[in-house]
């Protein structure tokens, strides 16, 4: 029991980042009808904002301490924060202990930012294109943004530490009443979960709740007759694209500590998500949501060591088998909406 709660956290962390991201594929998709093969590539960069603000802050100056001497006698120099000087050094080495939470607030903006440079530079010239138009050209953009990133901060992972405060792990056995130190789970991988489910919660309320949001489904339902009402439905489905972006970014700044930043991360999430948005139903928010978190849990019990011994490579291909099984089952996926890519 004790490993089936364990492979079910696993499933629910990796099911976190696929709904996620598939979430912001489906909403590009739902508004603007376009297949955007660069949303990885969004949650990429997002990763990498988390990196660049933990750079800012620890940005340094040399200062000699006359309280510490060197081998020789000499007084020391050491580099201190420009952050250290601004706000005092109990303030300045918390915010970088805590860079990664709190670059979130410089992600936000910058991911919407690119999103919107995005589909008005590229997206827009593409909209009654064929998909497979569509689908060429953001893949060349994610390849572009990827080496542009390998460029300035190279091939190599670079690790992005959580706060001190969550490296540990959380007895979670505990919990269900199991004994002490039974079922262990990093504090970080929780916290990714109930962030994703709160981001999540988030973009349904403000589609669901909010007047902006109400026009945006009316549009996706039929953007025609909304444009005949008045309603400049492009400016709205333009924002939502940055609002995707967003969704992706900072999924990709708390998913740092987790998987330490690569130029080719939002490749190899990409194609998984891609796959989950299918099996959900293209067009639908809460199918692209909940095959995201059926499919990491599949594919976390199928890496189990007794799973794997027994069908090698079953873990690799989990999620492929399942979608296959889905769509000869239901074409149009779990939630899927009737005339949506079947023209």
């Keep these: 029991m004790d490993q089936i709660i364990v492979q079910v956290l696993n499933g629910l962390d990796k099911g976190s980042a696929y709904a996620l991201i598939a979430l912001g594929l489906t909403l590009i998709f739902g508004t603007l009808g376009v297949v955007n093969f660069a949303h990885g590539a969004l949650f990429m960069l997002g990763s990498f904002c ?70 008005r530079g590229l997206i827009k010239h593409f909209y009654k294109r064929p998909h497979a138009d569509q689908i060429l050209v953001t893949f060349g953009l994610a390849i572009v943004l990827q080496e542009i990133i390998k460029y300035f901060f190279g091939a190599n992972p670079i690790q992005t530490p959580a706060p001190p405060a969550f490296n540990g792990t959380l007895d979670f056995g505990i919990w269900l009443g199991f004994d002490p130190v039974t079922i262990m789970y990093p504090y970080w991988r929780m916290i990714y979960f109930f962030f994703s489910v709160v981001i999540i919660a988030g973009v349904f309320a403000f589609l669901q709740f909010t007047t902006f949001g109400m026009v945006v ?29 967003a969704v992706a970014g ?49 594919e976390s019990f199928a890496s189990m060591p007794m799973i794997v011994q027994s069908f090698p490579g079953i873990n690799q291909i989990i999620i492929y088998l399942v979608a296959i099984i889905i769509l000869l089952t239901r074409p149009r996926g779990l939630m899927g909406r009737k005339g949506v890519m079947e023209e």
């Design 50 to 119: 988390a990196v660049t603000f933990s750079r800012l802050l620890s940005f340094s100056h040399e200062v000699i301490d006359e309280t510490r001497t060197d081998f020789l006698g000499n007084p020391l120099k050491v580099q201190v924060p420009y952050i250290q000087d601004w706000l005092g050094p109990d303030l300045a080495a918390s915010m970088i202990q805590w860079s990664v939470p709190l670059s979130i607030v410089f992600a936000i903006p910058v991911m919407i930012t690119i999103g919107l440079i995005i589909e």
């Design 217 to 245: 489904r009316a549009g996706m339902a039929d953007r025609e007759t909304v444009g005949l009402l008045g309603i400049d439905i492009d400016k709205r489905f333009t924002f939502m694209f940055g609002l995707a972006a």
């Design 250 to 298: 900072i999924a990709g700044v708390m998913y740092a500590p987790i998987v330490a930043p690569n130029y080719h991360m939002g490749m190899d999430f990409l194609v998984l998500s891609f796959v989950v948005v299918v099996v959900g139903g293209m067009g639908s928010l809460p199918g692209a949501v909940a095959a995201g978190f059926l499919l990491g849990i599949l």
